[in-house]
């Protein structure tokens, strides 16, 4: 089955009702020119690095406005659409990097909360900490849907390859990795990562990526990107400013990969063993 994929490229700003905008006329873009699935960045709601900026701005599920246009979005155009994530009001004042899936019905197929969270101290004295303000998610997903199964994670996710292998060994033929990747992990990491969890999964990846200089002064590095499960970047964005990044998606490389190279079943079980020279009486 082949069938058309976008990565929607962003660069929210504080505002949700604007980002919900630009998000749903991308959106349309990318479904007049034939997408069946398209997928937007990590925190499409809302890119703002002030806590309590964004806390007030926050919703819950029900009361989303990024979650409620999505879902009229996938009705109307009779598409998935994927929010790469947006970030939800929990019970217990913490947020969840969420993201959802909405079937051509407007009905929610599935949610997945980012895993790991991005904790550092970058050398040009950007500072995260995720983790003080969200509640990372615990299980990994694969959607069964009528033209793939499509594996779920979320930015800092894509320097974790066990859970693209665990989505993979699952049935997943299409990664997802929606981000806002800062530029300067971006410019060392982002391409070559990306094509390493296609490579070594024999799976299509689809990274929806913030892009440029937001509002609160953060810079994310962009460059969009549709990967086959061969490695090649199949189409891709610049470094700045919104995109629609359009590839045809054939399973039949999948299989094809997973034949030539089939790693996902040739892995065998080990152990690991920590030697030292004293032991093994090597003189030191």
Known sequence: MTFKAAAIQMCSGVDPERNAA?????????????????????MTGAVQKDRQGLKAVLKDEAGDLIVSTAQALARDLGIHVHVGSTAIALDDGKIANRGFLFAPGGSRICTYDKIHMFDVDL??????????????????????????????????????????????????EVLTVPAAFTRQTGEAHWEVLLRARAIENGAFLIAAAQAGVHEDGRETFGHSMIIDPWGKVLASAGGSGE??????????????????????????????????????????
Do not use: H
């Open 123 to 172: 050398d040009n004295g950007e500072s995260w900490r995720e983790s003080a303000v969200y509640r990372p998610g615990g299980e990994a997903r694969v959607a069964d849907l009528p033209f793939a199964k499509l594996g779920f994670a979320i930015c800092y996710d894509v320097r974790f390859p066990a859970l693209f292998r665990t989505e993979a060994v699952a049935g997943a």
């Open 22 to 42: 630009d998000m749903a006329r991308l959106v349309r873009e990318a479904a007049s020119q034939g997408a069946v699935y398209v997928q937007t960045p990590e």
């Open 243 to 284: 995109a629609v990044v359009l590839a045809d998606i054939g399973l039949d490389q999948v299989k094809a990969a997973r034949s030539k190279i089939p790693n996902l079943t040739n892995a065998r079980d080990f152990t690991l063993e920590t030697v030292t020279a004293e032991a093994k009486g090597v003189a030191a």
